[in-house]
């Protein structure tokens, strides 16, 4: 794969002084690994430099050899960033250099937990060390080189965990809402974002929802968001990212699910079932008027509706509900 | 229809199994006679018979064209789905259900990437799944066999290919679902006993637990996945003293002091590694090794731990990775549940710490038409492993709502390829292939949970600890059931029927392999809803850490 000449460790001068511990697998082991020569030699040379517990510049080139063949390794990176901040505490190493060689990686390898993690453990040393103004910067930077991430896949489970460390981390709010509006726009199904949304709007701290007293969410962002939330149902009613996330909405900030009625039979008129065009619709009106007892017939019937047309894969669960619906009169 | 359980909570006990999940009705249905709560039928067939003669409206034509030699057909049958046809057609193989072969009623016209995806995905399921000589091929074992096999022996000189280096850090892992996925197609893994023990004790660290491979720092995934392993192999044959339970190579007393290491005193949770990230994976894992080694929660190992779990849950119902905020997914959701699960009882924890209603309405919108599958997370794709992390959470989910109930109530008692895979157009991996078939195994049985310990075939060693040794309280994920009788309570929902399937012989040789003497059945070896593991090896497991002095 790689057309240069093929390095060895063995007759590297720089790796002279040590002995290569190889790897004891053990009499007759199970899912042996065939390994290339190159990985198995780099390999030897780092269990010996492990076994002197030595930190110096060559594990940062061991370390990076191996992780090129097998980021998922997770020892070498746990060792690579001891040997990182043994050698940044001295001056040798400057950690901004670290970032540069993990987004090369993350943009090649993206279900990857250790690149994160090791990201996380560089960017956290970097901002001790830093003014306010450089802290600033470097959080730009993050988000600019996830913004590359995810447009490669905007549900990469591991950047958004890392999003929210930073964002968290750093207060670095401003600007999130509007980012994850710009990645809805681009794709309304994007659960991660709106999952982020929640994050940002409830969950974070309250920089955006600007909450006051209790924990309580002003009246302006609740009407927002459940404005945003209209616009997004209304140009894909079936979406369930959208109807989770009223859901969500409605339980934080203590409205009754019967606020948003209207809206639901809009969707899913039940007194003319041909114009149902949302199954997450007739799921809510099922709740909310399975709360009156006096509506619980209209809750059967939305229930019916489901299991027998809307959402039959689930019919089973539709059952169980109106099974509850009859139980509680 | 006759009350064949009686409902203890308020709200009518439940049965899912996947795409079936039905209701009993409730104690006051005026159908039900009134003696009905407290007969308890005598035999196991009379159950059965109850059940057919109670069903109502007359059976449909899915359920007479029943054949015991078709036994995929149950997990497709659903009373309300249209069939396309209304007559038997000749041939024994029924004709797949249009919600399979269809695309669902309401689909917007919006497009954009995630529903391009899942839409490409439904067209590619739904080719297979109407294809109308064989919509659903029955489990090409020998196959599997083989692909599983060379998982743990290698393909080449022994070793696996030299890509496989990216699992290096995994070997642990391999090792169990191999021998795992091995076990639930009814080969009997005794024979890699030594080897597995040879293999995993190089992975062992002095300071406690495994790491992925010899030399490396322990991580609690690769802890896990050898204890699994150890677990999995079992015991020595009589008289071989000298491992007794494999697991015996633990260094018990080492695993515990390094779980102290891991763990977040603060959040609850803990770290995967000394120095690594910290999510319910890793909390799931040091919660199994804890049960399985029956090592002491004194010093407050699991403090905080209910709550972390409890914390897990989103806005949206499912389980996110930590409780900082993270997206609900299928994966999270197994580790959380099972991980309260062994915490205490299931209805008691469950209960106390989640929301479970929203989580039941999550679990269930995991499963998609026409594909069958399940997604891991709102607007994704099905992949085959979720069918044991999202389906392996009903078991848990049923105990949750059912508590705890007594034994006697009712228990009773791709072809040319082989190997696994996320979805068609993916190849084939020994990881799919373990989760895969541990998902189909998991809507074989009926899972429950109950107070009184697993039976022994052989009485367990008495218990001849200290006076002063600290409680062993992980006594929970000990206390689970199965029954091959999948109950249901709505009319014409095939149940029952798991149990005619046609069974491998136990302890497959090579000899059973030969053409001609296999067994045509989908049926698997049942294994634990918690651990993962061959079920009747956690009550022996138990019974092993029971008979220890201490470390
Ligand atoms: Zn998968």
């Known amino acids: 794969m790689n057309p240069t000449p093929l390095y060895s460790y063995a007759s590297d001068p720089a790796w002279a002084d040590l002995l290569p511990l190889p790897q004891d697998d053990g009499q007759y082991p199970l899912a042996q690994i065939a390994y290339t020569e190159e990985y198995t030699e780099a390999m030897s040379y780092l269990r010996a430099i492990m076994a002197k517990n030595e930190h110096s510049p060559r594990v940062l080139q061991v370390t990076a050899h191996i992780i ?46 250790q690149i994160w993690n090791h990201r996380q453990t560089v960017v956290e040393a970097i901002a001790a060390a830093a003014a306010p103004a450089e802290q600033e910067q470097l959080v730009r930077e993050e988000k600019e080189f996830m913004n590359r991430m995810f447009e490669q896949d905007g549900k990469n489970y591991h950047v958004w965990s890392y999003r929210q460390w930073l964002v968290r981390r750093f207060e670095a709010w401003d600007g999130e809402l509007s980012f994850v509006s710009a990645l809805l726009e681009r794709d309304v199904r994007n659960n991660s974002a709106w999952n982020h949304r929640f994050f940002v709007v409830f ?108 959402d039959p894969i689930r019919a089973n669960y539709w059952n169980y509900r109106v099974g509850l619906v009859k139980a509680s009169v | 229809m006759p009350q064949r359980l009686r409902v203890r909570s308020k709200r009518p006990k439940v049965f899912f199994t996947h795409n079936k999940m039905s209701a009993t009705s409730s104690p006051s249905s005026p159908k039900a006679p009134s003696n009905s709560t407290t007969r308890t039928p005598s035999t196991p067939s009379e159950v059965f018979d109850d059940i057919l003669s109670s069903a109502q409206p007359p059976p449909t034509y899915s359920q007479q064209t029943w054949n015991p030699s078709n036994p995929y057909f149950p997990h497709y049958h659903n009373q309300n789905m249209s069939t396309t046809a209304t007559t038997p057609p000749e041939s024994l193989i029924p004709p797949t259900p249009a919600l399979f072969t269809t695309r669902p009623i309401l689909q917007d016209t919006l497009k954009t990437l995630s529903s391009k995806e899942q839409l490409s995905t439904a067209e590619i399921c739904m080719k297979y799944l109407s294809n109308p000589s064989d919509p659903f ?48 197609l009814g080969v009997d893994v005794g024979k890699y006993r030594e080897r597995v023990i040879s293999s995993l004790q190089p992975l062992q660290n002095e300071s406690g637990g495994f790491g992925g491979g010899n030399g490396q720092v322990s991580h609690v995934t690769a802890s896990y996945a050898a204890v699994l392993a150890l677990a999995v192999v079992g015991r020595g044959e009589d ?19 390094w779980l102290h290491e891991i763990k977040d005193w603060e959040s609850g949770g803990f770290r995967v590694c000394v120095g690594g990230e910290e999510d319910v994976r890793g909390v799931y894992c040091a919660l199994v090794i804890l049960a399985l080694l029956g090592l002491p929660t004194s010093g407050n190992l699991t403090q905080g731990t209910k709550e972390y779990l ?108 082989g190997g696994l895979r996320d979805k068609p ?35 367990p060693p008495s218990p ?64 634990h809803p918690i651990f993962n593991i061959p079920f009747e090896r956690a009550g022996e497991i138990e019974a092993w850490w029971k008979g220890k002095v201490g470390f």
């Open chain 2, 425 to 459: 157009r993916k190849g084939p991996d020994y990881y799919h292939s373990n989760y895969i078939l541990l998902g189909l195994a998991s809507t074989q049985n009926y899972f429950y949970y109950t107070s009184s310990p697993i039976p022994l075939s052989s009485p």
């Open chain 2, 464 to 527: 001849n600890r200290g006076s002063g040794d600290p409680p062993l309280p992980l006594t929970a994920p000990f206390l689970w059931r199965y029954s091959p009788r999948i109950p249901s309570n709505t009319p014409n929902v095939a149940e029952a029927i798991v149990k005619d399937m046609p069974a491998w012989p136990d302890d497959v040789t090579e000899e059973d392999l030969l053409p001609g003497q296999e067994v045509e059945s989908d049926r698997l070896k049942v294994h």
């Open chain 2, 137 to 184: 091929p029955i489990l090409s074992r020998r196959e599997h066999i083989a692909f599983l096999k060379s998982g743990v022996l290698g393909v080449q000189n022994g070793k696996l290919r030299e890509e496989m280096v990216a699992l290096d850090a995994s070997r642990p892992w391999i090792i169990y679902w191999c021998l795992q996925g091995l076990v639930s």
């Open chain 2, 239 to 257: 008289g071989d003293e000298e491992y007794g339970e494999a697991l015996g190579i633990v260094d018990r007393r080492a695993m515990f002091r």
């Open chain 1, 203 to 310: 969950g974070g701290g309250g920089m955006d929802a600007r909450q006051q007293g209790e924990g309580e969410v002003v009246e302006e962002v609740v009407e927002r968001e459940i404005a945003f939330i209209e616009d997004a149902v209304f140009i894909a009613p079936q979406n369930a990212s959208a109807w989770n996330y009223l859901r969500g909405v409605l339980k934080k900030v203590h409205r009754p699910l019967s606020s948003v009625e209207s809206m639901c039979l809009g969707y899913a008129p039940l007194d003319n079932p041909d114009k149902i065009t949302s199954s997450h619709a007739l799921d809510l009106l099922a709740d909310i008027y399975a709360e009156k007892r006096e509506e619980h017939g209209k809750a059967v019937k939305a229930l019916e509706l489901l299991a027998a047309k809307f």
């Open chain 1, 68 to 113: 090129e063949m097998n980021p998922a390794h997770y020892t070498i990176w746990v060792y690579r960033a001891k040997t990182l901040f043994a050698l940044s505490a001295t001056g040798e190493v400057q950690l901004g250099r670290e970032l540069e060689f993990l987004n090369d990686l993350a943009l090649r390898h993206q279900k990857n937990y």
């Open chain 2, 310 to 417: 409890g914390r897990c849950q989103t806005y949206e119902g499912g389980f996110g990775a930590t409780p900082n905020g993270n997206e609900a997914h299928g994966g999270y959701a197994f580790c959380t549940l099972a991980g309260l699960c062994i915490l205490g009882e299931p209805a008691v924890v469950l209960r106390k710490y989640l929301d479970m209603d929203r989580a039941i309405s999550w679990l269930s919108a995991r499963q998609y038409a026409p594909e069958g599958g399940f997604s891991g997370r709102t607007n994704k794709l099905v992949d085959g492993c979720y069918s044991t992390w999202v389906g392996g959470c009903w078991a848990l989910i049923e105990a949750g709502i059912n508590g705890p109930q007594d034994e006697n109530e009712e228990k009773l008692g791709e072809k040319e390829v």
